[in-house]
């Protein structure tokens, strides 16, 4: 049963649908975004009590405006309607977290001119099963056909870790143009709940693109200055579609693929030729029985594996650390597209590559358990000195990206320079300035000069930027 009530200056509008509370708030000003009394009123006596009333209920703000003015003007309009309404929310006292946002511009608008209820924020509250990622319902269609469609859940790369030499990777779009006739010009726009402004735009004026039918757009993932940021692909994604024979938009939330390990995100610059890799770990003591570290261990570990992934794991045309002598400068990282500074950084956090840490029992070492069972931690043993610590902690994260690329048994066996039971067989390490393989086994004696020249390869690298893969869950409208 549907209940439908208006407020009596004519500008709120609520709709009891089942489950799903929906309200049209509108009559914004011409231009403006200021919520009126009666909006305010709606929001604190209604939409706030429902969603404290029930912490399993979240709520959808969409911003909207009339067709008149330049599209990317309205969307902007759009926008900043939404984040007023959601602003009145949180400052009401309820989490930001619970609050989805975005705008449409004026491509909902069946008016042409100004409009009183086209000039609105519509606010949808329902409840939800537990889940961190909470997915809104589908949005209700017009009763005249979509513009666009979007087809499928892509996946978006960073990088092809199988090429030894990758271009940074592209998620391929496709979607439909339902309208009959040819398009003279089309813009595609795309962009992110965590910023106002377009990641990236597009503009076809002469092409297949423009033909009525189904198209695939291959999106590289980079804004509109040549960067990358995989935090912005985590989160709720809009692409506007603008033809002359109308406008459509295009709505999906990205989230990690469901085989890709979720410790790393990246931000590429090809401007600057840099790659930032952020690596999250989680640090605790061992609960098994006699396994329990020494007091103050733990704290020693976090600092030792956050500076050794930061340490082993970059790739610039600096040192290692202040004070390596022995060694020439490491190598950039090679791609096709140009040659980066790679430079990753380590943070503690309660998700990622989980190390637990251990005294000494029965034998002095350090293992990544998850190569032989998934899910299980690294045993991190605080033992000899610090710089030797470091390369531990990076080493044994790097049995994870090793895994991830190329299989668990790869991983297991040091690139093949140990067996099964992790004996050495591999060769002696290799003469100077030559770079030493942080994931190889080595026949001792170690070089004096060791902890000069251990580094990730390039190789290794490139699989750890590779494990950030995305997939978008896509609504059409």
């Known amino acids: ?63 909207k405006a009339s067709k008149t003015g330049n599209e990317d003007h309205n969307f902007d309009l759009s926008n900043h309607r939404a984040e007023q309404a959601m602003a009145f929310l949180a400052n009401d006292g309820i989490a930001t977290e619970r609050l989805h946002r975005h705008g449409v511009g004026s491509s909902e608008s069946l008016v042409a001119g100004e409009d009183a209820r086209s000039r609105a924020v519509d606010v949808e509250i329902w409840r939800v099963a537990p889940s961190p990622s909470p997915t809104p319902p589908p949005i209700p269609t017009r009763d005249a056909p979509p513009v666009v469609t979007l087809q499928g859940e892509p996946v978006f790369k960073v990088l092809d870790r199988s090429n030894p030499q990758p271009a940074f990777g592209q998620s391929q779009i496709p979607f439909e143009i339902n309208n ?72 999906f939330s990205g989230e990690e693929a469901p085989d890709a390990p979720n410790f790393a995100s990246v931000d590429v610059d090809t401007a600057k030729h840099t790659v930032a890799v952020l690596v999250a770990v989680r640090v605790g003591p061992s609960s098994f029985p ?31 650390f202040p004070g390596a002598v022995s060694a020439a400068p490491r190598r950039k990282l090679n791609l096709s597209s140009g040659i980066y500074d790679v430079d990753t950084m380590a943070m503690v956090t309660d998700y990622g590559v989980e190390y637990v840490v251990e005294k000494v029992w029965l034998v002095e070492r350090s293992c990544n358990w998850g190569v032989l069972e998934e899910g299980l931690p690294i045993a991190y043993v605080v033992t000899k000195e610090d710089d030797w610590n470091e390369i531990v902690g990076a080493h044994e994260f790097g049995h994870s990206v090793l895994a991830d690329g190329w299989g668990r048994e790869y991983s297991l066996k040091h690139k093949g320079t140990t067996n099964a039971i992790q004996n050495a067989i591999g060769p002696p390490a290799p003469l100077p300035p030559t770079e030493i393989d942080l994931m190889k086994y080595y026949k001792r004696p170690l070089p004096d000069d060791y902890v000069d020249r251990v580094v990730a390869t390039e190789e290794d690298v490139v699989a750890l930027i590779a494990t950030v893969r995305l997939k978008f869950s896509s609504r059409s409208k």
Do not use: C
């Open 290 to 320: 006699g396994k329990a570290p020494p007091p103050g261990s733990v704290d020693k570990a976090q600092r030792l594996i956050v500076d050794g992934i930061h340490k082993y794991w970059s790739r610039n045309s600096g040192p290692w």
């Open 180 to 251: 009959p006739k040819a398009t003279r010009k089309l813009k595609i726009v795309v962009r992110s709940e965590l910023q106002r402004e377009p990641l990236r735009t597009v503009v076809f004026t002469s092409g297949e693109m423009l033909q009525p039918g189904k198209h695939t757009w291959n999106w590289d993932g980079y804004d509109e200055h040549g960067r990358l940021r995989s935090v912005f692909l985590t989160n709720w994604l809009f692409i506007q579609v603008h033809a002359d024979h109308g406008s459509g938009y295009l709505m």
């Open 1 to 63: 049963m549907t209940l439908r009530k208006t407020s009596p200056d004519g500008v709120v509008e609520v709709t009891e649908d089942g489950a799903v509370h929906r309200a049209k708030l509108y009559d914004f000003d011409v231009d403006g975004a200021d919520l009126k009394t009666r909006h305010k009123e709606y929001l604190h006596a209604r939409a706030t009590r429902l969603l404290v009333a029930d912490p399993m209920k979240i709520a959808r703000v969409t911003g």
